[in-house]
């Protein structure tokens, strides 16, 4: 599996902004995505973005469009975060994820599920 390391974590206060980074070891595979999870105080994991790196295409969930934006560097092997008008409810460790085992593409548009690779995870608290 290819090995993801996050950085960028850290304090902030609301309505303040982070960028959020995910180094892998080596190339991903273009037919596959990078997503970011979250998972806050007493709560379940969630998707918060993902990026199918064949097409760019990038999805988010509904808490975090227009405030949040996922990219990926080819050159870099790097994924990003960008998060911008932080609030409390972001609080939590994100993760970084690749290798999907399952990867549906319809009509263009690509998701992916069951990630096989993760990252340790970088804390996020808002206050």
């Known amino acids: 599996h290819v090995q993801l390391v996050e950085s960028g974590g850290g304090s902030v206060q609301a309505g303040g902004s982070l960028t959020l980074s995910c180094s892998a070891s080596e190339s991903t595979s273009s037919g596959n995505c990078m997503a970011w999870f979250r998972q806050g105080p007493r709560k379940d994991r969630e998707e918060v973005a993902s990026i199918y790196t064949g097409s760019g295409l990038t999805h988010s969930a509904d808490s975090v469009k227009g405030r949040f934006a996922i990219s990926h560097d080819n050159s870099k092997n790097t994924l990003y975060l960008q998060m911008n008008g932080l609030e409390p409810e972001d609080t939590g460790i994100y993760y970084c994820?690749?290798?999907?085992?399952?990867?549906?593409?319809?009509?263009?548009?690509?998701?992916?599920?069951?990630?096989?690779?993760w990252g340790q995870g970088t804390q996020v608290t808002v206050s």
């Open positions: 994820a690749a290798e999907a085992m399952s990867v549906i593409c319809t009509n263009g548009d690509c998701r992916c599920e069951n990630y096989g690779s």
